[in-house]
Each structure stands twice: as C-alpha cells, then as structure tokens.
C-alpha cells in the first residue's frame, strides 16, 4: 500500500475548516487571546510564536484531545457558547496552567482545576474525552470574559485499542506517600477519599502503576479482607486492577525494598523462596483472569553477575506461575545469551535503557545486533529511561515538553512492546511541588491534592506522557501498514528525527552519521519545542487521515 501523500491531509482540510470560516470572520485576530497546542510551555501572560485564532484539535477515538488558550489581556468568566456542540461541553475538562521552581527556574507544569468565574492573564488547558464519542467535527465557541476563542475538535474514526492491550506501560508510584502529602495529620483518610481517583487517573492515560498500595497482599492473610477499608486488600485489588490497565505487576519485590519489607517474604535473591507465595497468589489471579497481562519484575539494572540470579527467577516464576512473564532492565548480548535461548530460564521482556539500545562512539551500531537477535528469538522488548546521562529524550521538567511525547514516537519506531519507568510519579523528597521539585523534577508528574480536595492533580508532562502513549499506539499502527522505513518518512518529514531513504541518522560525538554531544549513539530528534509540536501535530494528522480511510 503507498504512503499517504500531502494531498490527502489537503483533503481532510475542508473537514476540519469548513464551519470555521464564519466563527473565524466573526472572531479576528486577537492580541490578548491565542491557542496553543499541548505540548507547549506557556508562561502566564505571553503570546508565544505560533499562536492561532483558532483552536484545532484531532484525536483518535476512545481518547483524548488537548489543547492551550493563553490569556493576556483582562479575561474573565469562562463558558461554553450555548450554540456549542453538546458533545464538547459535556467532554471538555479545564484547568489552569500553574508554575513551579526546577533547577533555579519557575517552569509551567502544575495543572489545578481552573476557577470558570475568575479574570485575568492565564493559561487555560482543555483536556476532551473522546471515549466512545462518534467520527465527526464538533465546533463551537468558548467565550473568555468578552473575547471569544472558537474550538473545533476533529475525531477520526481510528480508534485507540481497548485499555487492556495496545502499548504497555509500567510506572513506579508509591500511592501512601501521594496520601501523606495530601493530608500529613491523617493519611488514611486522604487514602480513603482519593485511593480510587489515583488508580482511575492512571487507567484513563493508560499508565500501569508498579505499586498496588493497599490492594497489596498480606504475607499471611494474601488476599483476604480485614475490617478496615486499608485492609479490604482483595477488594481494594479489585477495584484497582479492574479499571483497566494492559500491565498488571505480580506482588514480588526488587533488591531495592528492605530486606524485612518483601511482599509475601518473597525475596529477590532467592527465588526459591517464591514458591509458596505464588501458589497463593495465582489463584485469585486466575479467579480475576489477570494472567495473561500479569508481569513480574524482581530486578532492576542486573549486572553480569547477576544473570544466574535472573535465570532462576524465571524458573521460579515459569513453574509457579507460567502465564506470567519476567520483566527486568536489562540488555541483550552475547554474555547473556543463555537468557534468551529458549529454555525455562529465559527473560521474557527485556526493558532496555534508550540510550545505550544502539551502541556508542567508534561502534554505533553495536549493541542493536543483539536487540536485533532478540527480536527473532520471540522476546518481548521494552524501553526504559530515566533522569542521567544525556543522550534520549525524556521526562524531565528541564526538558522540551514535546520530550517525552518523541520518546514514545521513537518507541513506536522500534516496535518496543511497552516502557518502564522507575524514578517514581510521587517521590517529592520532603518538598513541596507546588512550590519547587526535587532534581529534574524527573519523580513528580502528579500534584498532591488537599484534605478537601484530595483527588490528585496532573501536570503538562503527565499529559504529554499520556499523549505519548496515544501517539505510541497510532505510529504503530501506521508502521503495521506502512513499514518501519514509512514511518520513519513520516517522522523525519515532519522533522521530528533525522532519517535518510526511510532510516534513523544517528549521532554521537564520534563515529555516528552526525555528531552529537553524547558517547551514545541514538537518533537525533527535535530539541525545539515549537517545531517538534508543529511536527508532532502534522504526523499525527497524516498518520490519522492514512488510517481512517477506506
């Protein structure tokens, strides 16, 4: 099947704009209102480049649409126009743009609930579920004080895969610290009133958290309900479980959690010791048909000495619990060959970091030979990144907000099957986010709530994470069309990577197709926003329009 040519999104203008015309005659261009697009940092205030008078959202169905309204001038209340589409009124979610310290420097990120009655210079975010919503364009007005911004949301008939399959995810969290930040003099409460809300965020931006908190089981008492709520384990499990998420972690530790802490007195260095907990385990596994999304990851970052360790965690977890599959940071090569050579010892999902998945100066190349390699063994290949050594786009508050959404394009490029993430989504370090983050700001994506208003609060780069995973979703279904190589057209015409005849240009400081300030090598991507959003919003629309057609 041919690529999808320009021609084809000069088609799909008509039915974006169609409609607009007259909104657009009788709103002109504004010097105090602009729209942006999600993916960008806007300051209180400003009016960036790039702004428009209108604000055009796509998305896939059974989704998400997101978008920007920077407010400079006086403002004022903010509603819906009472000819807009119901479906937008309905659907539409705002918040305002709030700021916070990182490194020295006051950074747009938190995104608190916005107040529709109050005026003045702000950033509003508008988040639209397109869950179960109809292919169509939905337009209308959204009045800002006496100015007007119209809106028109186009969704495809693509739709994103259910959120039990489709890209998977796994994030480390920690959900009694979100509790003890929330309400300090009562934890439990706070767990009580926002423990469901948590686990619903994370299932409707297909996040797969690491940590069941109070759903975790008991080391003598499993599964079974106690008195309390916190101690309704099975329940609690249930529930969260239940919401939907394609990736559900088995309760075994890594070497990370004190030794006197395992869960169910498992313990990573001795796999022996899994047995008798699993078989406790599985059956309610079995009775909730998890199994088959079920993963066990009992080891960060092995090193060589540790591979006979992880070929005995997977005879342990293969005998115990053979629907599950093994999961651990680690990269394929000839020394740990016999991982992956298909016997009762083998590692079934290998999360390898970004930036060493190709190799380094002098041999850029050279470790993709083995993920190659692994591919034809049948393995499962993930990616993992995290705060470091420059080298890969990721997720850092420092960073372009389009970061993580080209990490999850550059996934969708190399077919990975999902991506783990260890730093933690809220780890605040004895700080208060709202004020300042901790580092990178790489440990927080969620904002904590208050004793009256405990559901958690997302921020720009959870949104962009959820983005990424949409995006992740769709460039992998354009590559099962249109190939590897016609992605890769796709990405780098739009300017996102820099590819040749179809493949990824590399660089590193020496020995790479271009140089680049890293001894990794690793494809070299947009670093400015403005241009990697412009880019994020063409391919997506190409690749939408290629997919949703005859």
Known sequence: ?????????????????????????????????????????????????GGRTVLVLTAPGNGFADGQVSVVGAGGPLAWDTAAAPELVARTSFFTVARTHVAGRLVPDPLPPLDPAAGGQRVIFLRISTVGLAPGVYRGLLDVGAETMPVALTVFSYALPPKTTGFRTLFEIQPEA??????????????????????????????????????????KVVYKDGYDWYTRRGT???????????TLRLPLSTQHQASGAWVGGASPRDPATWAPWLAKVRPFWLQNAWQDRAVAWAWDEPGRRQFPLLAAQARALHASFPEAKLLSTASPSPG????????????????VLS?????QYDDAWGRYRSIEALRRAHKELWSYTYHGVPGSPGYDATEPLTDP????AWNAIERTAGTLYADGMVTYKRLDPWTSLPDAGQSVFIYPGTPDAPAPVSSLRLEAIRDGVQDANLFEAYRARFGRSGLVRLLGQNGLFVARDGQLILGCVHGCGRFAWTKYSFPLWQHAERAASDGLEGARLRALVALSGP
Do not use: C, H, K
């Open 236 to 246: 609690l499990m249930r529930i969260e479980a239940n919401m939907g998420f394609n």
């Open 336 to 351: 740990n060959r016999f991982l992956w050579d298909g016997g009762a010892n083998d590692l079934d999902s290998w999360a």
């Open 1 to 49: 099947m041919p690529l999808p040519s320009a021609a084809d999104v000069v088609r799909l203008r008509p039915v974006l704009l169609v409609g607009l015309l007259a909104l657009v005659a009788a709103a002109p261009a504004r010097a105090t209102l602009a729209a942006y697009q999600a993916d960008r940092r806007i300051a209180p205030g400003t009016l960036p480049p």
């Open 178 to 219: 979100y509790f003890e930040r929330v309400n300090p003099a009562d934890p439990l409460a706070a767990g009580q009133a926002s423990n469901r809300a948590l686990y619903q965020l994370l299932s409707d931006y297909r996040i797969a958290p690491a940590e069941w908190g109070f759903g975790t089981p008991g080391r």
């Open 355 to 359: 930036r060493r998945f190709y190799g």
């Open 405 to 408: 959404r080209l990490f999850f």
